[in-house]
């Protein structure tokens, strides 16, 4: 079955800086596209960014503060954070689209904190 791993969120303060990871379990079926959403606390969910197999990538707002990046090998999309604000204190979430029908899936979730 697949399942997408997630890791790297936590605590950090306003300025502080992340990098998140998710790694896809492989699968017979190659990755199309892969990114992040993430959720705050009583706001709906929103794209942070995705990124395909070719490493076309696209951002929702992240303002130049955040980068996706992929390592198609290892079935891992990463978010690097930089200049984090309390804005971006959100849950997480990592998507893999699986072929033939790009088919998404979803990590649990890691938890990014920042404090002011």
């Known amino acids: 079955q697949v399942q997408l791993v997630e890791s790297g969120g936590g605590l950090v303060q306003d300025g502080g800086s992340l990098r998140l990871s998710c790694a896809a379990s492989r699968s017979r079926f190659s990755i199309n596209a892969m990114g992040w959403y993430r959720q705050a606390p009583g706001k709906q969910r929103e794209l942070v960014a995705g990124?395909?197999?070719?490493?076309?990538t696209n951002y929702a707002d992240s303002k130049g503060r955040f980068t996706i990046s992929r390592d198609n090998a290892k079935n891992t999309v990463y978010l690097q954070m930089n200049n984090l604000k309390p804005e971006d204190t959100a849950v997480y979430y990592c998507f893999a689209d699986y072929q033939p029908y790009n088919h998404r899936y979803w990590g649990q979730g890691t938890r990014v904190t920042v404090s002011s």
């Open positions: 990124i395909t197999s070719g490493g076309r």
